[in-house]
């Protein structure tokens, strides 16, 4: 992909990047920016200036704000990043209609977001949702997780976040249809819910009428199952929908695919989820990666509708994105469909979700993960072995012995 829009060349200093200290403009909200302003002695509507200029326009640099007088364009620039990324590669499947895009930090860093278009379709307006990503990395390490592969990095800054909207927005205005983005979901790289403070601000920018202006119900934020940061939510009243990433209702399997059920057990979850949908009148989203022989048995499917059986809650169903060095697969459909029915049949609404971009690995993280090589034979080897094992064990009932990922708490 050519650069986006105003895209800073990264920082080198003795062959490597160094990251850069200023931060990015788009986490700015009205009141800092003016405050700096005025600090400076300027009017305090030039900020409106420099906001609509980031959020809209046409402007790829400071510098080509033409409604601000040179001085300032000259300082702010020493003061602010236009954007704190690089778009490096632009990925297309689905016949366009999935655009994967992987940004490179000013650290040198790797994120990745998702751009899918869903065209109408009868008495349904069509649809732009980006997926964006809220850490580098991931320290949760979930094993059927591209992301989970390649470990923590580093929470991203609230611009960095925001930036990905930015780069999406630019692309769907370069159209000619007059497409615009509908829908953001926090399922890229990375747990949101470990990165919340910045998450937070990032979604008050996001439906800020002053910045991007999208309503509180067009964002999804997605968790593995943080449940401190799931009550702090609750008491903050409705922000976006939540989405849990479950996978298992059954201790001793989500202790492998999700190792925090190893610090936060699922009932916690959901009891923390469901106190959530009672306070907020807001229906919680529950995913489910289906993975052929491991998660997808008809005593799996029990075990979750007994457990959400009566709550405010709606199921999705995925099949796995293919993630190599893992001993898994997705799900069959009929198994799929059968695992639906099961849960329907205790009246939990079931969507079973179609998977986009399977040829470009458009699972989180995977373009990322390729990009940070291969690894070496013997280790995938190694890793298959352990998990086949896992699996099996936990399918038996037996819970992991190993500890709660580090980073977690
Ligand atoms: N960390 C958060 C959000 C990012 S992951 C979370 O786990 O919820 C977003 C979603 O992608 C999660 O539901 C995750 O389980 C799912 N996912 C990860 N790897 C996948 C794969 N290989 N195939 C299908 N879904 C996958
Ligand atoms: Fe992290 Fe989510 Fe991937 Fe698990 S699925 S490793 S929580 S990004």
Redesign the pocket.
Known sequence: MAASPGAVALRVLDGKPVSDPRPGLSGLDLASLEAWLTARGEPAFRARQILDAVWGGSATSIADVTTLPRALATTLDEAFRWTTMVDETLVLADAGQTEKALHRLSDGYSIESVLMHYPARAGRKARHTLCISSQAG?A???PF?A??ELGFTRDLETAEILDQVRSAVARLKAREDGAHLTNIVFMG???PLLNLDRVLESVEALNDPKRLGLGARHITVFT?GVVPGIRRLTALGPQFTLAI?IHAARDALRDVL?PLNRRWPVAEVVAAARDHAVATGRRVSYEVTMIGGANDTDADADALANLLRGDLAHVNLIPMNPVAHTPWTASSMPVIEAFAARLQAVGIPVTIRRNRGQEIGAA??QLAAERAGEPAAPAVAWRRKRLEAASAKALLGERSEEPVPAGVD
């Open positions: 991931c949760v390490g979930c997780c992301t989970g790289m990375g747990e593995s990433s999700v989180c993280g």
